[in-house]
């Protein structure tokens, strides 16, 4: 599959120029680039490519082994994929309204088994961005991968864009069609169940502030203090060796605890529903972890075309803490070309999650 | 008899409105079927769950059913302990019994080795006055030995004495000269005598001595003999309580087999209920999971019923 990434600094105007030399006749662009240069580097881009569909969010990158906060990244796909893009609006109200657009573009897509994904990039209300997206594509072979966009400028609305205009409140997204090979999604943690983790109930949750309450009848804070054996007091600052997660089968799925509130509530990035099974997680070696999905990915998709990354933040602070993250992203790149998005969240085919890996690779 | 339909064509403000909420009514239709799909997803999950609450009811009742076999076994083990305990009660005396003999035994041991050093003693004297009755016994050999060549020499004079007395008839000298010799030799026969009178006496002196330390000996050894025979009749005692102790020692060894048998069925019946209970436990986790799993599509189902209304909000807006 033939694939094109630049990179570009400045101005939006010079970093999209920068960013899109030697790009022609793209089908698809997807972009990145700072809060303040999304607007513009949406309408550049529709200017130089009218006839390519683009979507585009904010937030750190990563490409081929390098991070930046300022610069924009562009990565171009072209006429060897089938592509369809397209924009969720009011995704906090009523998403459901973009399902016969969806559907349509999911009709006109005609996926096969692992060679079709759905990226997206929403800027909240993630679970019903899920919901809505995993209706269309349940049953018909389509990945989803997808990133929260983070990096709002403070005061600010988060933002996304699509073919050269910006959204609040909304989803973008591209359905990609891979003619020339598969397309295969992986997800990482590094958190696991520990062998002594206990399962707990949540008794009580107020699912639209994404607050859990209780834990088996007792306030989540008392619990997790008890079992982890830290004051509450510095239940926030543990979130990086242990998170909290729902657990499905061997499936893990990692909410990131945000605040505590007085009473022991926990308000987290992710929402947690009441008599969800909840384990505290334990950080695992991290190190090994990384290799093991990087073997994995290589004993996957024998000819890498690019690799799609997003890395939660909370993934990237701790990464950053350990002195590891410039390892793990050239780790990344010695795989082939890959592009990657700190996001606030992560989106994997079901479910919405924090402190996860998320990739697509294209073969 | 067939009445025709009465078909009024929609007017193009219908029309319009229609398509203005076509997006809303497709959406709200989309909600109804979807929720509909899921409800039958948690049907499926239900009896998923109702089997499983079998398996773990089942596996329960399981557990509880070794675990009153364990109980069984634990009590019949308990048993054992409280007879190998008065078992061991017995043991217990006959081991004091043992002690009280060995150390009486030990006693006896101490008077008799006593007893037979005097044995020892006396066994000492006879052979001094042995031999002390022998030396006698070659000295009156030797005196004996003496009175008989004195006694032949007797004889011979006398002999000559006769000849010489025939000859002489009136000239008796030679006699005398005979009758000197015969008095000397009687002298010495005298002699001889006294000596062994003398020796006799020794001898005599020395029997009576040996008759007494025979006698002490008989004595010493009769004691001994005693000491023996209590000693041996507190040996047959050890033997007996050794044999008690064999007995009890068997019946332990079997009481102690027997618990050891049970405690190894335990520990079987124990690791199998182990395994029964980690089943239990891990089928109770496994439901908690699939509440978890359940719990994903209340969430689908909650995220499309949220938009509901702000979906009939915005065809009550558009209309």
């Known amino acids: 599959m033939k694939t094109f990434i630049g990179s570009g600094i400045g101005g939006a105007s010079t970093a999209v120029e920068n960013a899109t030399s030697g790009l022609y006749l793209p089908s698809l662009i997807i972009f990145y680039a700072p809060y303040d240069k999304l607007a513009e580097a949406a309408s550049e881009l529709k200017r130089k490519y009218p006839q390519s569909q683009s979507i585009g969010v904010i937030g750190t990158k990563v490409i081929n082994g390098t991070s930046n906060d300022n610069g924009i990244v562009v990565v171009g796909f072209f006429d060897d994929v089938r592509v369809q893009a397209g924009v969720i609006k009011n995704v906090s109200k009523c998403p459901a309204v973009a399902i016969p657009g969806i559907l349509n573009q999911i009709a006109f897509l005609k996926s096969g088994e692992e060679d079709s994904v759905c990226i997206e990039y929403c800027t909240n209300n993630e679970e019903n961005v899920v919901t809505i997206l995993n209706s269309c594509i349940n049953g018909t072979g389509i990945k989803l991968v997808g990133a929260t966009a983070f990096g709002t400028a403070e005061g600010e609305k988060p933002l996304v864009a699509f073919n050269g205009e910006v959204y609040e409140d909304a989803c973008v997204y591209a359905f990609v069609k891979n003619n020339t090979g598969r397309v295969k999604v992986f997800k990482e943690n590094i958190y696991k169940k520990g062998k002594d983790s206990k399962p707990h109930c949540a008794t009580s949750v107020d699912t639209a502030a994404r607050v859990l309450k209780t834990l088996d009848d007792k306030a989540a804070a008392d619990v997790y203090s008890t079992e982890i054996g830290i004051p509450k007091g510095k239940i926030v600052d543990n979130v990086f060796k242990n998170p909290i997660g729902r657990v499905v089968d061997d499936e893990v799925f990692i909410t990131s605890i945000k605040d505590v509130y007085p009473g022991g509530a926990f308000e987290n990035y992710k929402r947690i529903n009441r008599n969800d099974c909840i384990y505290f997680l334990e950080l695992g070696d991290y190190r090994s972890i990384e290799e093991e999905t990087r073997t994995l990915i290589n004993e996957s998709v024998q000819h890498i075309s690019l690799i799609l990354s997003v890395d939660c933040i909370y993934r990237y602070l701790f990464y950053q803490q350990e002195d590891y993250f410039d390892t793990y992203i050239k780790d990344m790149a010695s795989l082939g070309k890959h592009v990657g998005i700190i996001g606030g969240g992560e989106q994997f085919n079901n479910q919405h999650v924090n402190q996860t890996m998320v990739c697509v690779v294209f073969e | ?319």
Do not use: W
């Not at chain 2, 020892?120 to 004297?125: I, K, N, P, T």
């Not at chain 2, 010799?181 to 005298?190: G, N, P, R, Y």
């Not at chain 2, 309580?241 to 069925?265: A, F, L, P, T, Y």
């Not at chain 2, 089943?279 to 699939?290: A, I, N, P, Y």
């Open chain 2, 1 to 319: 008899m067939f009445k025709k339909k009465d078909k009024t064509p929609q007017s193009s403000q219908e029309v319009v409105v229609k398509d203005k909420i076509a997006d809303e009514l497709f959406a709200i239709k989309y909600i109804n079927q979807y929720i509909g799909e899921k409800k039958e997803e948690l049907i499926d999950e239900e009896m998923t769950t109702i089997s499983e609450i079998s398996k773990v009811s089942d596996a329960y009742n399981i557990s509880v059913e070794k675990s009153n076999a364990i109980n069984a076994d634990i009590e019949e083990v308990s048993k054992g302990f409280v007879h190998a305990g008065a078992v061991s009660e017995n043991f217990n005396d006959v081991v004091e019994k043992v002690i009280s003999v060995s150390d009486n035994a030990a006693d006896a041991a101490v008077d008799l080795k006593r007893d037979s050093d005097r044995v020892a003693e006396q066994f000492e004297q006879m052979q001094q006055v042995y031999e002390d009755f022998n030396e006698s016994i070659d000295e009156i050999n030797a005196v004996t030995g003496n009175i008989i060549t004195v006694a032949n020499q007797t004889n011979l004079l006398a002999l000559n004495a006769s000849i010489e007395a025939a000859r002489a008839g009136e000239q008796g000298k030679g006699f005398a000269v005979v009758a000197g010799e015969v008095t000397k030799l009687s002298f010495d026969i005298k002699e001889l005598v006294a000596k062994v009178n003398v020796c006799m006496n020794r001898i005599q002196r020395s029997s009576r001595l040996l008759a007494d330390s025979l006698e002490d000996a008989n004595e010493a050894l009769n004691g001994s003999k005693k000491q023996i025979t209590k000693i041996n009749g507190i040996i047959d005692g050890i033997r007996d309580s050794i044999s008690g102790v064999s007995d009890s020692r068997e019946e332990i060894q079997n009481v102690v087999s027997k618990c050891s048998e049970q405690i190894e069925g335990i520990k079987a019946e124990m690791t199998d209920y182990q395994s029964q209970f980690d089943f239990v436990v891990k089928l109770s986790e496994d439901m908690k999971r699939m509440l978890t799993k359940k719990s994903f599509m209340f969430e689908d189902i909650s995220n499309m019923l949220e938009q509901v209304d702000p979906l009939v909000a915005q065809i009550e807006e558009k209309l």
